[in-house]
T-cell receptor, first 114, second 111 residues
Framework: DAGVIQSPRHEVTEMGQEVTLRCKPI?????LFWYRQTMMRGLELLIY????????DSGMPEDRFSAKMPNASFSTLKIQPSEPRDSAVYFC????????????FGPGTRLLVL | KQEVTQIPAALSVPEGENLVLNCSFT??????LQWFRQDPGKGLTSLLL?????REQTSGRLNASLDKSSGRSTLYIAASQPGDSATYLC??????????FGEGTQLTVNP
């Protein structure tokens, strides 16, 4: 399996623009997680899905952030409008509930908002 | 709210040395604990996962222990190599599927 796939790997945008990050989980995994990593706050869980349904979105920082999972093989994290403080590395991870919690991470998207 | 702390924040050792990384957590009601490795500019790679009923897990030169009652875990790396240089993160899983991460220990192994 190719592992968790994220795109783009790098994104530079200007404040106010819409940003869409994409994730393809490992085939057969029924949980998908979105994390954000910054120097100041470390690794934070933003939202996670089970069987395409959002289960816990308490980590989503503001209404500017939204996430969807239209099917088992694709999820998006959208920021609209983007702000400089959104600059971070965004990771997607997936797990098979039968794997008792081992999460497999994608390579991340490095976002810079100018 | 679960809080995870890792000590030290950074560690530099000469090649060949055995070393221990520490992780502590405030809520002992955990489902499991995972150790991850993160290389610069890369994602996280799972190293070891210890279920709450287990005391330790081993993989090659790595050994992770768990003392749930005291809220502590250690990652022991034997005979360290320059290729072990990375940031090591500890994460605990409580009820549900949420993982809470520590801030990591940045390890440098000098040749």
């Amino acid at each position: 399996d190719a592992g968790v796939i994220q795109s783009p790997r790098h994104e530079v945008t200007e404040m106010g623009q819409e940003v869409t990050l994409r994730c393809k989980p490992i085939s057969g995994h029924d949980y998908l997680f979105w994390y954000r990593q910054t120097m100041m706050r470390g690794l934070e869980l933003l939202i996670y899905f089970n069987n395409n349904v959002p289960i816990d979105d308490s980590g989503m920082p503001e209404d500017r952030f939204s996430a969807k999972m239209p099917n088992a093989s694709f999820s998006t994290l959208k920021i609209q409008p983007s702000e400089p403080r959104d600059s971070a590395v965004y990771f997607c991870a997936s797990t098979d509930s039968g794997a008792q919690g081992t999460q497999y991470f994608g390579p991340g998207t490095r976002l810079l908002v100018l | 709210k679960q809080e995870v702390t890792q000590i030290p924040a950074a560690l530099s050792v000469p090649e060949g040395e055995n070393l221990v990384l520490n992780c502590s957590f405030t809520d002992s009601a955990i489902y499991n604990l995972q150790w991850f490795r993160q290389d610069p500019g890369k994602g996280l790679t799972s190293l070891l996962l210890i279920q709450s009923s287990q005391r330790e897990q081993t993989s090659g030169r790595l050994n992770a222990s768990l003392d749930k009652s005291s809220g502590r875990s250690t990652l022991y790396i034997a005979a360290s190599q320059p290729g072990d240089s990375a940031t090591y993160l500890c994460a605990v899983k409580g009820s549900g599927s949420r993982l809470t991460f520590g801030e990591g220990t940045q390890l440098t192994v000098n040749p």
